[in-house]
């Protein structure tokens, strides 16, 4: 049970990270865009 709710918070932790790379990518090409 502990095992599988620390594999759910590492992925939960991962999804973060990915949508926070995929905003910063957003918000630089929008930058270098104007």
């Keep these: 049970m502990a095992v599988?709710?620390?594999i759910n918070y590492l992925?939960?932790?991962s999804?973060?990270?990915c949508l926070m790379a995929w905003l910063i990518k957003n918000q630089?090409?929008?930058?270098s865009g104007k």
């Excluded at 630089?28 to 930058?31: S, T």
Aim: without cysteine; hydrophobic residues 45%; proline residues 0%.
């Design 28 to 31: 630089l090409r929008f930058m």
């Design 11 to 13: 992925e939960n932790i």
């Design 4 to 6: 599988h709710g620390f």
């Design 15 to 17: 999804n973060r990270v």
